[in-house]
């Protein structure tokens, strides 16, 4: 029998090879017995030298057999090519396909010679993971009628898609994804999908980040026609519609869909549910709305168990998890991240025997962690971070987890509390582990002993106070992240450590913990933050040469001493250098030109003096600068600046002299807040500064300028027009937090992430003349001016009330006049008024916002004011009727007289008239018995019935 089944299977395929059913046989140089054929090969040739191949991926191309050039697949008994394979797999550097920047400048690029015609037989095609160069996809493909299979994805083509590849009847594989990654790219594009009605036998079609935003709503009508069709990649498509329904379903065998990261914002669509065989789908970003266990609910009752990954991420999906979820037997990876669900973690959970990542991060999930976790035996990933989770997670949770490489879990105000015995031994071998704002302390954990594969670990915020371990330390060299921020851990810290590399950086974060000692040198960290410490000593000075691949250093908040190294200048991969808070000395180095690509440079609060180098504001990248809090002097009269995109500058609270520096609304183009508050800065405001348009923090106050106010700084468009905040692009692996100290209603504050929504102009305690430019009431947005301590004279704005988002008002101590402009009872977001010490005169305003102001402290010392909350009552010389005066302010003298009789006579009049009737009462009282009598029995019965009113009470 085993013979006879062996000849029957031989002759079989003898006889599907004959009719063509196996015509790609892959034959590298071996098994041909049939040469290639000369026109094949000729043509070949041909298309080799339309392609420039700097790589020599080509270089096999030479001799007779083209059977066995590289690439290249022959049919075994007649020698046609029948295969061309030249997928490159290194024309995208570190494996970074979704990024156009990384294309290899050695991957094969050129142009797609159209003597691929002349391969009659070629039926597989694959050109893949190239660099056409955003040259248009040929449409003599259309006529290699023998393709069943296609790939051009990763390629760099654009232009539209010929519709005719719609005449490849034979296709069964067809990937045109990922030509346009990004919106710099101009990709490719489909305007009408009937072509694809014609590819019947199609089973496989990618046209991921391909635009299909010009097609017409019945987009998936047009894949319902491809009845073999059993995997759809739409991903960044540009798709605007979701059809809710379908009215026919034709694409039945579909088991892949992924329609994801496109512009739908849909109610659940219910045609998935007829989808039987679905194992794959993806629906990620696209806002799609409805309750989770409807569509969980639909797609259990309908299919037939075989999903086994479901990605819902960034969507509004909301309601909580069913408890039908443990139905999904199948299931291998659950991502439901960025979206609305609550309620519990349901123990049903527990069921999905087969899963291998769950991720429920960044949703309203309340309760506790189930314990039924702890039998997912081939769990990876588990993923609960961003909920309103609480309880306790005890080794039970982790008992049957022997597989878990990745855990992420953090809470609010440290609800989750981690129960680990001091001797627990976990079945997992963690390669990731994040941690944060769960109460793991306050010992440290002795279990991260038995985690030999750990290369990134971050356990912030997590209330340990212990002595780092001596075998913590013994872990670093496997470790390439590691974060251990916002704790109380103490000890002193290693000298010299090595860190492991994850690509190229390695990240080390202690900062905000008691951890002492000198600064250490740790080879190979690329990111090293030890801010808020206890370290002390003075900076190495060869730390430039010690760590050379440093891109951020943060040492602020110690007590460091002595002076800035000169080599830390000459640093040429450091972005962000923060030494702020410290008790450094002596002088900045004078030459930061290696330091091209600095974006933050932060020296505040330290005892550094001398001059400041011009040197500084010739750093190229430069986008954060503060300086302020030392003792630097000397003017800053500099040649030339070339730091065009800087966006902070602070170095308010030293002791610089001369002019404010005009270059600064010069070449400072960008600037948003400026800050030099506290210098002897002297002569007038220069004009140049109206033309920072960007600008949204202006403090100028504590300095000797004069001369009057620049009108134009009404002009400054982003008090006037609401305007995004940019903050500082430095690198993605540590996001920067922009900090401020200002001086708001009287007090220092530190202003941090509400920084860019700060609209603020403070001049005060100059010794600034002149009047209040009307020109000011135009900075519509502004939210604090304060003009206290200077000279000005003149009133207050009539058009004051104009700045309707003003939070803030002080102009004390100047010689302001007039009378409080009426228009600023409708500054209803006024809470902080500060008028005292000028010679305004008159009533004070008594609506609206002023019925707060009840402090006479912030009126004192103009004598003329009257009203509450002063003592001085406003008679009727000085009401608050301003508009019955002439222009002269003093009124007619003889209306005035004739209103004053009037009011007398009517006084008069009314006083005598209550005198008499009062009189004519009592008089008949007294006269007449019977109305005494029931006048007194009225009063006896009123009486009466309120004391019973009282007793019942």
Avoid at 35 to 43: D, L, N, Q, T
Avoid at 129 to 157: A, H, I, R, T, W
Avoid at 475 to 483: A, E, F, K, R, V
Wanted: hydrophobic letters at 35%.
């Amino acid at each position: 029998m085993e013979g006879i089944s062996i000849s029957f299977q031989l002759r079989s395929f003898l006889l599907l090879s004959l009719f063509g059913l196996f015509p790609v046989l892959e034959a590298n140089g071996t098994n041909v017995t049939a040469g290639c054929i000369k026109e094949e090969r000729e043509a070949l040739v041909r298309f080799k030298q339309g392609l420039e191949d700097p790589s020599g991926r080509l270089s096999s191309w030479i001799g007779e057999d083209c059977c066995r050039w590289k690439g290249v697949s022959c049919n075994n008994q007649t020698g046609n090519v029948v295969k061309l394979d030249l997928r490159s797999y290194d024309c995208y550097l570190n494996g970074g396909q979704d990024d156009p920047s990384n294309l290899n400048p050695s991957c094969m690029s050129g142009k797609i010679s159209s003597s691929l015609l002349d391969l009659k037989h070629l039926n597989y095609l694959d050109l893949s993971m190239n660099n056409f160069q955003n040259n248009p996809v040929p449409e003599f493909l259309g006529s290699l009628d023998k393709l069943s299979y296609l790939d051009l994805s990763y390629s760099n083509f654009a232009g539209l898609v010929p519709p005719h590849l719609g005449n490849l009847s034979n296709l069964r594989y067809l990937d045109l994804g990922s030509n346009s990654l990004n919106s710099s790219q101009p990709g490719i594009w489909i305007a009408d999908l009937s072509w694809i009605t014609h590819l019947t036998s199609l089973e496989y079609l990618n046209l991921g980040f391909v635009n299909l935003s010009m097609v017409s709503d019945h987009w998936l009508q047009a894949f319902n026609k491809l009845p073999s069709l059993t995997k759809l990649y739409l991903p960044f498509c540009e798709l605007q519609n979701l059809p809710h329904s379908l009215p026919h379903m034709n694409f039945t065998a579909l088991t892949v869909i992924d329609i994801s990261s496109n512009s739908f914002q849909p109610s659940i669509p219910e045609w998935l549910f007829n989808l039987t065989s679905l194992s794959f789908l993806d629906l990620s970003y696209n806002d799609i709305r409805g309750d989770i266990s409807v569509l969980l609910g639909g797609l259990g009752k309908c299919w037939n168990g075989s999903l086994e990954e479901l990605y819902l991420v960034s969507n509004q999906l909301s309601g909580q998890l069913p408890s039908s979820l443990g139905f999904f037997k199948k299931l291998r990876y659950l991502y439901l991240f960025d979206n609305l669900i609550s309620g519990p973690i349901p123990a049903s959970v527990g069921s999905l025997l087969n899963l291998e990542g769950l991720d429920l991060s960044y949703n309203r999930l309340n309760g506790s962690i189930p314990q039924s976790m702890g039998k997912l035996t081939k769990l990876n990933a588990l993923y609960l971070l961003q909920n309103f989770l609480e309880g306790v997670l005890s080794q039970n949770h982790f008992q049957g987890l022997r597989n878990l490489e990745y855990l992420q879990v953090s809470s609010s105000n440290k609800s989750i509390v981690f129960n680990m015995s001091s001797d627990w031994v976990p079945p997992f071998s963690l390669k990731f582990i994040r941690i944060e704002s769960c109460n793991v302390g306050p010992s440290f954990p002795a279990w991260l002993r038995t985690q030999k594969n750990l290369s990134r670990m971050h356990i912030n915020n997590a209330g340990i106070s212990d002595t780092i371990p001596d075998w913590f330390w013994e872990l670093s060299p496997q470790i390439s992240w590691l974060d251990f921020s916002n704790n109380q851990l103490k000890g002193v810290l290693p000298n010299s450590l090595e860190f492991a590399l994850n690509g190229n950086d390695a990240l080390v974060d202690l900062s905000f913990n008691r951890l002492e000692g000198t600064v250490p040198f740790w080879h190979k960290v690329t990111y090293l933050n030890l801010a808020h410490n206890l370290l002390s000593g003075s900076i190495p000075t060869s730390i430039g040469r010690g760590i050379p691949s440093l891109i951020y250093l943060n040492f602020s908040g110690n007590f460091l001493n002595g002076g800035i190294p000169d080599f830390i200048s000459e640093m040429k991969t450091l972005q962000r250098l923060d030494l702020s808070n410290n008790n450094l000395t002596g002088e900045i180095p004078e030459q930061w030109n290696h330091c091209q690509e600095l974006l933050v440079l932060d020296l505040s609060i330290n005892s550094l003096s001398g001059n400041i180098p011009s040197s500084i504001f010739s750093i190229p990248k430069l986008q954060w600068l503060k300086l302020n809090g030392n003792t630097f002097s000397g003017e800053l009269s500099f040649p030339s600046v070339n730091c065009k995109d800087l966006i902070f500058l602070d170095i308010g609270e030293n002791e610089l002299t001369g002019k404010i520096p005009t270059w600064i609304g010069e070449s400072l183009l960008s600037l948003s807040e400026l800050k030099l508050r506290s210098n002897m800065f002297s002569n007038n405001i220069p004009e140049q500064l109206c033309h920072l348009s960007h600008l949204h923090v202006l403090d100028l106050a504590d300095n000797i300028l004069s001369g009057p106010i620049p009108s134009c700084l009404g002009n400054l468009t982003s008090f006037r027009v609401k305007s995004s905040f940019e903050p500082v692009s430095t690198y993605q692996l540590y996001p920067f937090i922009p900090q401020m100290e200002l001086v708001v209603k009287g007090r220092e504050f530190n202003f941090s992430n509400i920084l860019g929504l700060l609209n603020s102009i403070d001049l005060s305690s100059n010794n600034l003349v002149g009047t209040i430019p009307e020109d000011i009431t135009d900075l519509l947005i502004l939210g604090t001016l304060n003009l206290s301590n200077n000279h000005f004279t003149g009133k207050i704005p009539e058009k004051m009330g104009s700045l309707r988002r003003l939070e803030t008002l002080d102009l004390s101590y100047n010689q302001l006049s007039g009378q409080i402009p009426p228009s600023m009872s409708s500054m209803t977001l006024l809470n902080h008024l500060n008028l005292s010490h000028n010679n305004l005169s008159g009533p004070i305003p008594s609506t609206n916002q002023f019925l707060t102001f009840n402090d006479p402290s912030i009126y004192q010392g103009n004598a003329g004011l009257c009203g509450n909350p002063l003592p001085t009552r406003c008679n009727a010389s000085n009401s608050a009727d301003t508009e019955n005066q002439d222009s002269t302010g003093n009124g007619d003298s003889e209306d005035e007289n004739e209103r004053h009789d009037e009011v007398i006579s009517f006084s008069i009049g009314v006083g005598l008239g209550f005198v008499f009737g009062l009189l004519g009462i009592i008089g008949s009282l007294l006269l007449n018995k019977s109305w005494r009598n029931t006048y007194f029995h009225y009063i006896d019965g009123f009486l009466k019935r309120a004391l019973a009113g009282v007793a019942k009470k």
